[in-house]
């Protein structure tokens, strides 16, 4: 009888090296979508950058409206600019108009700090010196850019009520403070001790923790979406200079072309 002939051992070793590289080729290809989600326009749960704004006219007493209620806001209506900001602490766009993520700003393309040799001004402290010299004022709006920004954004309104908005706001704005919203806390509560901890020099953490696991502003999250949708926002971040829309992570510039005009 003729013996069969068995498959030679060098064809097993490249049998199992193929299976080896197609699963390593596909982990990366996955790895790789997943990054360039975080940074790219998309959905609600991917989206970064705003689409096209919607064809909504905002104007001026909209906006004025906005400083005459129980928002997060610096400064008061009198003021000649009148800065509103859409955001979501989830954003990685929202990170970059922060001014307190330079990784991160560095990794998305023409967003590396000027304070780290590139050529882009984050908006947001540029605002922020102005309403601190009285020049401004500026409402923080949530608005769901990401997906994972709600407890985070909870936990910005508990700051303000104890007169910590910028302190908390611009750590969670770090880059620890991204990959722990978008990695590990999210939206669940049961993880909220984790912001907690992570902003525990900054704000009292009993108070933060209480504030949190009662889920007191929670109706403030979806207020502000609503009142988003009438301001035409398409995207985090989406900013207005009075009733002038600045869409996305512009540069400082965009804004101060507007700013000069009316102060």
């Keep these: 009888m003729a ?3 068995g498959i030679p051992l060098t064809s097993y070793v490249l049998m199992i090296l193929l299976v080896c590289f197609s699963f390593f080729a596909g982990y990366f290809f996955f790895k790789s979508k997943n990054l360039e989600q975080k940074l790219t326009t998309g959905t609600q749960q991917g989206q970064a950058q ?10 001026l007493d909209q906006i004025k409206k906005l400083f005459n209620t129980d928002h997060i806001i610096f400064g008061d209506v009198k003021r000649k600019v009148l800065f509103v900001e859409i955001s979501d ?3 990685p766009y929202c990170h970059i108009a922060g001014g307190q993520n330079p990784e991160l700003s560095e990794t998305a393309g023409n967003f590396k700090y000027v304070s780290e040799g590139g050529a882009y001004t984050p908006p947001l402290p540029e605002i922020k010196k102005l309403v601190d010299e009285k020049k401004a004022s500026y409402v923080f709006l949530y608005g769901n850019g990401h997906g994972n920004g709600r407890l985070a954004s909870e936990a910005l309104y508990c700051a303000y009520e104890k007169g910590k908005f910028w302190e908390v706001h611009d750590q969670l704005m770090t880059n620890t403070g991204y990959s722990l919203i ?3 806390v999210q939206n669940n509560r049961d993880q909220a001790q984790k912001l907690v901890d992570f902003v525990s020099a900054q704000i009292d953490p009993n108070f ?3 504030c949190l696991t009662s889920a007191k502003h929670e109706k403030k999250l979806e207020r502000d979406e609503q009142i988003d949708a009438t301001l035409g926002f398409a995207g985090t971040p989406h900013f207005f200079v009075n009733e002038t829309a600045v869409n996305g992570a512009q540069d400082w510039n965009a804004f101060k072309e507007l700013v000069d005009k009316l102060l």
């Design 89 to 91: 602490p989830s954003c």
């Design 182 to 184: 978008n990695d590990e």
């Design 50 to 59: 705003p689409q096209a704004p919607q064809a909504v006219t905002v104007t």
């Design 208 to 210: 933060l923790t209480e």
């Design 3 to 5: 013996k069969k002939a």
